[in-house]
């Protein structure tokens, strides 16, 4: 089993910035890739940014230029620094861990960080 916890979320006025933080525990493949989600009210889970193992990143484009996403393998932690927020970024962000076992891909998820930007 693989455990994750979230830090870092928080209140922030538009065009200001937040770092979001994930460390994983447990049994740990070591080529994995770790992400971040998120969700607002209303809508449905939507990718925000992921980084793999080997330093892979891929980044929705409404976040392209403004939200980096880092990693330390060693630590088995992801960090997401957001800056230039905007009010459509607010949302409950989760981590993500995702790695494949030679027979089926595994999903983990943390507990979820909220995260609002006001106006």
């Known amino acids: 089993q693989v455990q994750l916890g979230e830090s870092g979320g928080g209140l922030v006025q538009a065009g200001g910035s937040l770092r979001l933080s994930c460390a994983a525990s447990?049994?740990?493949?070591?080529?994995?890739?770790m992400g971040w989600y998120r969700q607002a009210p209303g809508k449905q889970r939507e990718l925000v940014a992921t980084i793999s193992s080997g330093g892979t990143t891929d980044y929705a484009d409404s976040v392209k230029g403004r939200f980096t996403i880092s990693r330390d393998n060693a630590k088995n932690t992801v960090s997401l620094q957001m800056n230039s927020l905007k009010p459509e970024d607010t949302g409950v962000y989760y981590c993500?861990?995702?790695?494949?076992?030679?027979?089926?891909?595994?999903?983990?998820w943390g507990q979820g960080t909220q995260v609002t930007v006001s106006s």
């Open positions: 993500k861990l995702r790695y494949y076992d030679g027979k089926s891909g595994n999903n983990y």
């Open positions: 447990g049994s740990i493949v070591s080529k994995n890739t």
